[in-house]
């Protein structure tokens, strides 16, 4: 295991199962002692197969990164990148590169030189707007300090408004747009970045409306792009590498634009796309030898999908490991999920469960022929993560690991339960039930002793129970994400009732209503995580800023749907092309 420190997605995957289940039944052979077998009617989820098969992906391959020259060309613009970020004067266009830099997907390079260059713009911070008066520059500092964690106020925005405390009208777009993207990182009742989001979104949305239709030179295209491109989605919610791909192809419109940025932006995502691939085929290799989809014919066959969220998460190189175990995880969760959603019985859920308490494999004899295959998969890996940090941390964190399993599985039992009787939930109920059954506590909790290097059996208990306040963010960011894309199929299905239908329940809200709660939930989720990244806590920053790439391939995923069960209906499939599969052609 690689020597860990990160910038790191997934509310995941558990309940995004549901799309397109639906109510047929078939019926199975389910072997129950070993002298009598009876007929099990079971639920059938008709799950499409895989979008890219076993074959597919080993033939995949960068043109442009297998050059021989490639990796050395790379090293060279790395390092006149380099030189030309330390040489560059003058605070505002110190920051205009950085941004830059983190925009095309290539700042990772240079960690240390931006914190030191961020770090003497933070001592002077106050001056650089302040004696200028420029907006822009105040709103860009204000956006990259906090995003890395530097302390800066809201009210510094205030030397810029009317006496009426307003912002003018005729600011221009620029620097409406940098306030606009700076708002997102408000923290826990700072409700003047609040009003300066609704102002700047009312300002953009009009620019929008008196540019669609108007012919614009290459620079104001760029402007129009960027702004419909923050409306849609802030870059601070944004998975980096989609963002990265996607900025590569506006920057080229930018005025004054560096060339050699851009080229080295356009080597670096293929590299970086080529290594992907690699470890794609060897994960797609490991999935395919399990032979799980051919026992298993039930669940849902994603493992490109599911090494994609890894992308969002960690896509530096030295991440490799990480990428590998979450890939796994991510699989494990849908695989449970499909049995304890679609396919088993409430009576062999209940079994099941006792025997992922019990974590002994002496009892796999109680279980049906494919709960015993499931258990055993699910054993065999789990226990391989524990040796891997009983190895390499000298920490035992099974105990753990098993609790989290078993506490997970408890609130899918739940869920099983409530389809069964008809129960209806209270919103409250739902949601405690639900920020486990989310499966971000398990997910976080195997990724938290990889990242960290102090793991005290607090630290692991406030992640495992949910304790802590990024646990319970991220949870309830996935939770009520994949239940805005996904509970008006569900419902339709039969299912019982998700978060938008038990609060429409509970306080007689129409949809729309309920629908902008959750929303109105998660942005003061995405709060307190922004808080927790600037104030001292006892979990790692490392791990904080995973937990919120975590968050970022969420809303991702299904921003437009089900993008993990319907890939193909969601937006997710152009993703896996363009992050994966696609190269980015030299067009210098």
Not at 181 to 207: G, P, V
Not at 417 to 429: L, Q
Not at 470 to 479: D, N, Q
């Amino acid at each position: 295991m690689a020597t860990h420190d990160i910038s790191f997605s997934s509310a995941f995957i558990c309940n995004a199962l549901h799309q397109n289940t639906e109510n047929s039944i078939c019926n199975t052979v389910s072997k129950v002692t070993s002298v009598q077998a009876v007929t099990v009617r079971r639920r059938s989820a008709n799950y499409r197969p895989s979008l890219w098969d076993h074959r597919y992906l080993l033939s995949l391959e960068n043109i442009y990164a297998k050059e021989t020259e490639a990796v050395e060309k790379a090293k060279l613009l790395k390092e006149e990148v380099r030189k030309t970020l330390v040489k560059t004067e003058g605070s505002l266009e110190q920051l205009e590169m950085i941004d830059s830099l983190q925009r095309l997907g290539i700042s990772y390079h240079y960690k240390h030189e931006i914190h030191d260059i961020l770090k003497r713009i933070h001592e002077q911070h106050h001056e650089i707007g302040r004696e200028s008066q420029d907006l822009h520059a105040t709103a860009l500092a204000f956006f990259l300090l906090r995003q890395h964690s530097f302390d800066v106020s809201q009210d510094d925005f205030d030397v810029f408004k009317t006496e009426n405390g307003i912002f003018r009208k005729t600011l221009p777009i620029k620097c409406v747009l940098s306030l606009y993207e700076a708002s997102y990182f408000s923290m826990d009742s700072e409700f003047k970045l609040k009003e300066i989001r609704s102002f700047a979104n009312e300002r953009l949305t009009e620019f929008i409306a008196d540019n669609n239709a108007t012919i614009l030179g290459e620079n104001e295209t760029y402007m129009l792009d960027m702004v419909k491109r923050a409306l849609v989605k802030p870059y601070h919610w944004s998975t980096r590498r989609i963002e990265a791909r996607w900025y590569i192809d506006v920057y080229r419109k930018k005025q004054n634009m560096d060339p050699l940025l851009l080229e080295f932006a356009t080597l670096d995502f293929n590299i970086l796309q080529a290594n992907h691939q690699e470890e794609l085929k060897l994960i797609s290799s490991w999935w395919n030898s399990t032979g799980l989809m051919k026992q298993l014919d039930f669940i849902r066959d994603r493992i490109t999908e599911s090494y994609f969220w890894t992308i969002g998460i960690f896509y530096e190189p030295e991440f490799k490991y990480y990428r590998k175990i979450l890939t796994k995880l991510f699989m494990l969760i849908a695989i449970m999920d499909d049995i304890y959603d679609i396919y088993g019985t409430f009576e062999e859920l209940e079994i099941f469960t006792n025997v992922v308490e019990r974590w002994d494999v002496n009892l796999v004899g109680r279980l049906p022929e494919y709960m015993k295959i499931c258990f055993l998969f699910l054993f065999n890996e789990i226990n391989q993560i524990g040796y891997d940090v009983l190895r390499d941390k000298k920490r035992n964190i099974i105990p753990y690991l098993k609790q989290v399993w078993t506490d997970l599985f408890k609130a899918f039992l739940t869920e099983a339960k409530w389809y069964k009787t008809g129960h209806k939930p209270s919103f409250n109920e739902y949601m405690e039930n639900g920020l486990i059954s989310s499966s971000v506590p398990t997910i976080l909790l195997h990724f938290f002793p990889i990242l960290c290097d102090e793991i005290s059996d607090q630290n692991l208990t406030d992640v495992s129970k949910n304790h802590h306040s990024i646990v319970r963010s991220s949870a309830t960011i996935l939770r009520l994400a994949n239940d805005l894309a996904t509970s008006t199929e569900e419902m339709a299905r039969g299912d019982s009732p998700k978060s938008v239908q038990c609060y429409m329940n509970e306080t007689g809200a129409n949809e729309d209503a309920a629908r902008e709660q959750m929303q109105s939930m998660i942005i003061d989720s995405w709060d307190v995580i922004n808080s927790a990244a600037h104030t001292s806590s006892q979990l790692p920053r490392g791990f904080v800023a995973a937990a919120a790439n975590l968050n970022r391939v969420v809303q991702c995923i299904y921003q437009h749907g089900d993008g993990h069960g319907c890939p193909e209906k969601a937006k997710t499939v152009d993703h896996i092309h363009s992050v994966l599969f696609n190269p980015v052609p030299f067009q210098l």
